[in-house]
């Protein structure tokens, strides 16, 4: 009679990885994938960590291969200099990235402080497109939350940021935060892809008409990129040679 295998040294080597979790992050992919830097802290960043993590689960990537830049400014010129300054401990750049993106508000100058020049805009749009290698900008007018009010129905006329605000919120039933971390949960988790589905299409509508009409982003409102960006990460979630998508 043959003779049973032990499961002694499968238990020994999963014993092994357990307490070296180096070795574990050894097998992952370090192919430095995609790179962002953010106008804000909380809303952008937290979306699109959230599309972060679930890149790196389906796709088994190491922790460098999907990040966000260094916080340093508020304002669109200054996060492309956050962008351009990017260094990690192992020396990589955003020029090592496959994509790299800023993501940024027109959010005009307000009488009682707060927002920014139409200059500081256009500036971080033109310098961005002549870059090399070149950056992709998401941006949105007048702010993100334009990009969340998309998943629940179309608007193309023209809004200030508080006005987003308040539809968001009759939108969602709920309040919103801007530091809420599971805004991408309520709006696009797996269970409600439509939602996403929506704000693509109705991102994409808003962007070809002001073409069509010859409108420039700061011109367009509402308006957002962010859906290219967000197609991005979608085509980034499915292996290599495959056209299957994991989420």
């Given at each position: 009679m ?5 499961n002694r040294n499968?238990?020994?080597s999963?014993k ?13 992919d370090?192919r ?6 953010c ?7 937290f979306y699109f960590e959230h599309y972060?993590?679930?890149l790196k ?11 966000v ?7 669109p010129t200054g996060v492309?200099?956050d ?10 750049t955003?020029?090592?990235y496959d ?6 508000d027109r959010?005009?100058?307000r ?7 139409l ?8 310098k961005a ?7 992709k900008?998401?941006w949105?007018?007048?702010s ?11 608007h193309?006329?023209?809004i200030?940021?508080d ?8 939108a969602?039933s709920?309040p919103?935060e801007?530091?809420?971390?599971d805004?991408f ?5 797996l269970?409600k892809?439509q939602?996403?589905?929506l704000?693509?299409r109705?991102g994409?509508r ?18 957002t990129s962010?859906?290219e960006l ?8 499915k ?8 989420w």
């Amino acid at each position: 009679m043959a003779r049973r295998k032990s499961n002694r040294n499968k238990y020994q080597s999963r014993k092994a990885i357990a307490k070296h979790p180096k070795r574990q992050e050894n097998k992952l992919d370090k192919r430095r994938l995609i790179i962002l830097a953010c106008e804000d802290e909380k809303s952008a960043r937290f979306y699109f960590e959230h599309y972060f993590e679930l890149l790196k689960t389906s796709r088994k990537l190491s922790c460098l291969s999907c990040v966000v830049a260094t916080h340093q400014h508020t304002d669109p010129t200054g996060v492309l200099k956050d962008l351009l300054n990017f260094s990690d401990v192992y020396g990589n750049t955003y020029k090592d990235y496959d994509h790299r993106w800023i993501v940024i508000d027109r959010d005009e100058e307000r009488c009682g402080g707060g927002g920014h020049t139409l200059q500081n805009f256009n500036e971080a749009l033109q310098k961005a497109s002549k870059n090399r290698p070149a950056i992709k900008v998401a941006w949105s007018n007048p702010s993100f939350e334009v990009w969340y009010l998309l998943h629940f129905h179309y608007h193309n006329t023209a809004i200030d940021r508080d006005q987003v605000i308040v539809k968001l919120k009759q939108a969602m039933s709920t309040p919103y935060e801007k530091n809420d971390p599971d805004m991408f949960s309520k709006l696009s988790n797996l269970e409600k892809p439509q939602g996403r589905e929506l704000a693509i299409r109705y991102g994409r509508r808003l962007h070809d008409d002001a073409k069509q009409a010859g409108l420039q982003p700061a011109d367009t409102n509402p308006g957002t990129s962010v859906y290219e960006l967000v197609e991005v990460l979608l085509q980034l979630r499915k292996p290599l040679g495959s056209c299957v998508s994991l989420w």
